[in-house]
């Protein structure tokens, strides 16, 4: 059911509800998601949704399916489940849905009705200016003084960067199609004019640090990007990843080593890690690179992190 993206992300302009019968039968012990959720909960001493009722009768229907299943393997039974989601919701039976080979279309939204009365505050409003968030732009002044040192240190903006095959891990990467000699590893995008900035060409390698770690990585050059700022894209990183024996072999770096952790750097508002927009230095590759490496230098070679100048890899 295609329910996230379409209808709380507003990514589709029509919604709709769609449903498939499972292609292929489960092989071995493979369970679907709803009956590890289940097992997980249970071994857990948890209930889902903290509703022990609920835990119990699921917990009675994978048992009541290893019963009655020739391979003693209990699993959910997802399609009643899911008929009778669709009928509390008026929306017929999932039979009938999938009889729907493109799905069937929902009602269109009317102007007014987004947020009824689901709003769970006191007035029953949306809070736009929360007290926390307006005391947090006494700060602004400082981050932006912040900003300003760091650009005249000839410091650079770090950001993140998808890309279409890497799907932000590497079980993309375990498709030969997808990683292969002319795209194994991830580049650190930079603007043209940064180049001989840095002092290098497209190709050569360079050394991207901050304060709490360095990574090696090719340079790309990228015309979109603003002069000072670099793009490395995430997801890549796991040559030590067991199972993924294509991806595994892959170069690349995990850029989520350059951010820093702890109560003292994150975020203060949302409490989230800083994993882009701060502070990067670049220089040229002070070696060769090491494609079996999480960072792309070999470990005992590393320049231990914190060395030289900090750079404060908070976000704006």
């Not at 399916?65 to 699993?75: L, Q, V, Y």
């Not at 039976?93 to 102007?111: A, I, N, Q």
């Not at 670099?230 to 890549?236: D, E, F, I, M, T």
């Not at 003292?264 to 060769?288: C, H, Q, W, Y």
Request: proline residues 7%; contains cysteine.
């Amino acid at each position: 059911l295609p329910f996230s993206f379409p209808s709380l992300l507003g990514l589709q302009s029509r919604k709709y509800l769609q449903a498939t019968e499972a292609i292929l039968p489960p092989v071995g012990q493979q369970l679907d998601e709803a009956t590890m959720y289940v097992e997980l909960a249970r071994a857990c001493g948890v209930s889902l949704f903290g509703s022990k009722p609920l835990q119990k009768l699921l917990e009675r229907l994978v048992d009541r399916s290893a019963r009655r299943s020739p391979d003693g393997i209990g699993r959910l039974p997802q399609e009643k489940i899911l008929s009778l989601v669709l009928r509390l919701a008026r929306q017929g039976s999932f039979g009938k849905l999938v009889e729907h080979e493109h799905g069937r279309p929902l009602p269109v939204d009317e102007g007014g009705d987004f947020l009824g009365e689901r709003v769970l505050t006191e007035d029953g409003l949306v809070d736009l200016a929360p007290q926390r968030l307006l005391d947090a732009t006494a700060r602004l002044d400082d981050l932006e003084q912040r900003e300003l040192a760091n650009a005249r240190a000839g410091r650079f903006k770090l950001i993140t960067r998808r890309q279409v095959k890497t799907h932000n891990s590497g079980w993309t990467h375990n498709a030969p199609s997808f990683v292969n000699d002319r795209f194994n590893t991830n580049h650190l995008y930079v603007a043209p004019d940064d180049l001989e900035r840095i002092g290098v060409a497209e190709g050569d390698l360079v050394d991207v640090s901050t304060d709490v770690a360095t990574v090696r990585v090719p340079v790309a050059v990228e015309k979109h990007l603003m002069p000072g700022v670099v793009a490395l894209p995430h997801g890549w990183g796991h040559q030590h990843a067991k199972g993924l024996s294509h991806s595994s072999k892959a170069a690349g770096v995990n850029v989520n080593l350059l951010s820093a952790d702890g109560p003292d750097r994150i975020e203060k508002e949302s409490g989230m890690a800083n994993l882009t927009g701060f502070a990067v230095e670049v220089v040229p590759a002070a070696g060769p690179l090491d494609p079996t490496s999480w960072s792309g230098i070999t470990p005992e070679t590393a320049t231990p992190a914190g060395a030289g100048q900090p750079l404060g890899a908070s976000a704006s």
